[in-house]
Every structure is written in C-alpha cells, then in structure tokens.
C-alpha cells in the first residue's frame, strides 16, 4: 500500500470510529461512571450532555463518586445507546474535574436541562448553592474504547492524550490529596481541643517551675512530646468514634452531617474502609500509650512505674476508647460529654502538668502542685464538652434512632419528638458555669496562693458567647417550626458550632497566658 492510500485508510478509519462514537453519545442520555480511592469503588449511573468531546454531570458533592473524585479524578465511565443491553457501546477513561467558573457552571446548567429536568428543584435552590451541597463535574476523555459484538472487529480505541495529566504532576497532586484525606480521617482542624489543654498544664507548670526558681528546667522536647502523645489520643478517640458509630449504623443513617458533626464520613463515602479507619484507631492509641511509658520510664526510671502519669494515661486510655467502643460504649449511655470532658480537661492538664513539673516533685511528690493544674482545668472542661453538646443538635434525630443515648437525646427527646429548648438551656448554663469558673479562679488568687489574677483576660470570649446564645435561640425557632425543611434547618446551626469551637480555644490560651503572665 502506497503512502498516500495508507494515509487515505488511516483517515476513513479514523473518521468512521469518530462517526461510530457520535452515533452512540447522541442516542443516550445516561452513563455509568466508576470511581475509586485506595481500593474502595464506587459506581452511579448520571444523566450527561457533551460539551465538545468532554462529558458533563450533576451530581450532590457529598455524594460517593463526588468525594472520590475530589481524592482520585480518574474514572471509569460505560455508555450504551437507548435500548440497548450492553452489546455496542462505549468505555471511556478520562479525569474528571468539578467546574468552578462561574460562566462554565452556568453553561453545564443549561446542558443538564438540555438532557433532564429531574434535577432542576436541586439546580435552583439557593441554599444548596450557597452551601456547595451541588456540583456540575466535567470529564475529559483519555481513551474511548467503541465495543460492538454484532461486528468482526469487535473493539476500537480513540485516545486523547492530551487530556492526560503528566504523570509527575498527577503523582504529585493525588500525593497532596492523599494527605488531605489524612487529615480529614483524624479531623486535624479538632486537635484544638487537644492543644488547649495542653497548652493551659504546660503554662501551670511554667509558673510552677518559675517560683520555684527553676525556669532553666523548662523542657520544649517534653513539651512537644507530651502534645504529640495527646494528639494520638484525640486521633484514636475521633478514628474509634467512626468506626464504631458504622458498625452501630449511627453515621449512615444520619443525611445531616456536616464538618461539625456526623464525624469524619471517610467511611461512609467510600474514602476509607472500616478496617483502614479501625487501624488507624489501634496505631494512634498504641503510639500514645508508648509516649506515655516513655514519660513515665523518664520520671520514674520504669515502664510500669507507679506514678500519677502512669494511672491517668490508665484513664485516659479508657475514655478515648470506652467512648464508643463496645463493650462500654459510654457515649451511647449518656455518659460521653462527662468522659469528654474529663479526657479533655483534668487528664490532659495534669498530665501536662505533672511531666513538665517534674524537676519540682522528682524526689517528694508532696511538691506536686496538681490542685493549681486542677482548678485550670475546670473552664476548658466544660467548654471542650460543650463543643461535643452542640455538634449532637444535629446528630439528635439520628443518634435516637438507633438508641445512641446521648444527653442532648436524653434531655430532648419528648413523646417522640426533639424538643431542643432543653438542651440548647442547659448548654448556656454550662457555658456560663465555665465562665464563672474563670472568676472563681480569679478571686481564690486574690486570698490564696492558688489562681491567678490574669485569669480575668479569659473572660474576653463572653463576647462571643453571647452572639452564640443569640444565634441559637433564632436557631431553635426555626427548628420548631412544623413546616421546616429538616434537611436544611440543621445546617444553619453551624455558625453556633463554630463559635463554641472558637471559645473554647480562645478561651485555652488566655487561660495558659494568665499563668505565664
């Protein structure tokens, strides 16, 4: 065959499996798309439209295929013509993207219509739009497979190299989203409630070390090793929480879930599995319980030595996994905001406290100042179970239906309906407790030598309490209200949610400047 009848033939195949791939895209109206993260598939069939040779959808961007694609763009997507069963069709690799201009998204809006209006009361809700619940996704094709088994040549391939992602930076950009989804499974932006403890027993035991006349002592590498022990036991308290609100159904069930609450959701869209979640739980708990015998080996000269450190990293073992795990289950018997709180506060704190006094009590334990450390640790306490109490507004509906007891369940719950009043009174009768905790503090530094008159610079975040208290009674009105929609009232919740998490963290490092002042 000469050049140009090779060339001739080359161009009538091409141009044939283009009219062929045509004829299939412009007699359907949906697709099958697969999507994948570390193992965990997913698969929805869409209705699409074209936008030249890319694909375009709608879906709920906290959807499965939604979440995985934000993790892995790479999918998978089988198109047959109306009518048909699979026997000619389309397999279309390619990396999908949500479209964020503002003149594209209105574009695929009209595409979707052009194809269906089953969507459309989604497509037009305000409050779905400005709370980024809906996306429009475009596929850019890297390989079209044509599958035909009526014809001899059964299989034809089209690829599109263009629209491949160079490998270094594909690796390189699922690597970042690998530690996205990290961070996401051990809900890193949370460890505030971690830091702030810390951060107020380290500042009791400055001071301490300070009148003591024993500054120099100060250890940053104690420090830091306390905070990252800590941390493992958030991660495991928050991983063991998933895993085990999946296996009770708790998460599932739950269609109001937010970053505030309904936990990290990892496992339920499709992210991680429940093993991977389980391990990660298991790890950090392993990891914070070396540290904590490591601690204990540096002051006591023994693993196992009998000392303060040792009985509350006991405890505080307990209370990060007796949180939900089975058997004990705390948070599902109404006893989950106290062990929060006791985690969180009194446990940290002194356990900070105690490491980094050490040189002060190394040979009298008398010396310990644990009551200082122990007072400071009562307004972050509350405040810390405070953030738990709110974030269950949400979750209330769904913790009742499957007999998650928690005191908001317990205290809201009234012939079958959430009542919300209750909960939402004894929330700013905590907040205000913590508050006057603070004063407390305060005047006891005024006729004993415990507290300290700094303290009252941690009364700043009132201000912001008091905007929550507001925020929440517009809230509660909105919720008992019969003809609210009960898939949206929850959401406008989140600013309280936010708030409480602020003042508890604002409020943990006044606390910890107080003593070092």
Not at 71 to 99: A, F, S, T
Not at 311 to 324: D, E, K, M, Q
Not at 420 to 438: D, N, Q, R, V, W
Request: hydrophobic share 45%.
């Amino acid at each position: 065959m000469c050049i140009s009848s090779q060339a001739y033939y080359l161009n009538y195949v091409e141009t044939s499996l283009n009219t062929k791939i045509e004829n299939v895209l412009n007699d359907a109206d949906r697709m099958f798309i697969a999507t994948s993260v570390g193992g965990n598939s997913s698969g929805a069939s869409v209705f699409f439209n074209r936008d030249g040779q890319d694909l375009i959808f709608f879906t709920f961007n906290p959807s499965r295929k939604a979440e995985q694609i934000k993790i892995n763009p790479r999918v998978h997507v089988v198109i047959w013509p109306k009518g048909q069963d699979g026997i000619r069709g389309l397999q279309i690799d390619g990396e999908c993207y949500q479209i964020k201009d503002q003149s594209e998204i209105n574009k695929a809006y009209e595409l979707i219509l052009e194809t269906t209006d089953a969507f459309k009361e989604f497509m037009d809700d305000e409050f779905l739009k400005e709370n980024k619940v809906i996306g429009y996704y475009r596929i850019k094709p890297t390989t079209i497979k044509y599958v035909d088994f009526f014809q001899d040549e059964k299989f034809e391939w089209k690829t599109y190299p263009h629209n491949k992602s160079p490998a270094i930076k594909f690796a390189l950009m699922l690597g970042l989203k690998r530690i996205g989804l990290w961070l996401r499974t051990i809900r890193a932006p949370f460890l505030t409630a971690t830091l702030a403890p810390v951060l107020i027993g380290s500042a009791v035991a400055f001071n301490d070390l300070k009148d003591s006349g024993l500054t120099q002592s100060w250890s940053p590498r104690l420090f830091w090793i306390v905070l990252g022990g800590a941390c493992l036991a958030q991660i495991a308290t928050n991983t063991s929480n998933d895993y085990f609100d999946h296996t009770s159904n708790a998460d599932e069930i739950n269609k109001v879930a937010s970053p505030f609450n309904g936990g990290s959701r990892v496992i339920q869209v499709g992210l991680m599995s429940a093993g991977q979640v389980l391990l990660t739980a298991l790890f950090s708990i392993l990891g914070a319980i070396s540290i904590g015998l490591y601690l204990n080996k540096e002051i006591s000269g023994e693993f196992l030595g009998n000392t303060p450190l040792l009985w509350l990293g006991v405890l505080g073992t307990f209370l990060s996994l007796g949180y939900t795990a089975d058997p004990v289950r705390l948070g599902y018997k109404g006893l989950g905001e106290y062990a929060i709180a006791l985690g969180f506060g009194p446990v940290m704190v002194l356990g900070a406290h105690y490491v980094l006094t050490f040189p002060v009590h190394n040979t009298n334990l008398s010396n310990w100042n644990w009551i200082e450390a122990l007072l400071a640790s009562i307004p972050i306490a509350i405040l810390v179970m405070l953030i738990v109490w709110i974030n269950q507004f949400q979750d209330a509906p769904s913790d009742a239906a499957i007999g998650k007891n928690t005191l908001v369940v317990k205290t809201a719950t009234e012939n079958g309906w959430m009542r919300l009043e209750k909960p939402l009174k004894l929330y700013k009768l905590f907040m205000i407790a913590a508050f006057l905790s603070i004063i407390l503090i305060g005047i006891l530094s005024l006729f004993t030598e415990y507290g300290t008159r700094y303290i009252f610079i941690a009364l700043l975040p009132t201000l912001i309490a008091w905007k929550a208290f507001k925020m929440a009674d517009e809230w509660i009105i909105k919720w008992n209200n019969p003809k609210a929609d009960r898939q949206k009232v929850p959401y406008e919740l989140l600013l309280v949610n936010v708030s409480t998490i602020g003042i508890h963290f604002l409020t943990g490092i006044l606390v910890a400047l107080a003593y070092i002042l």
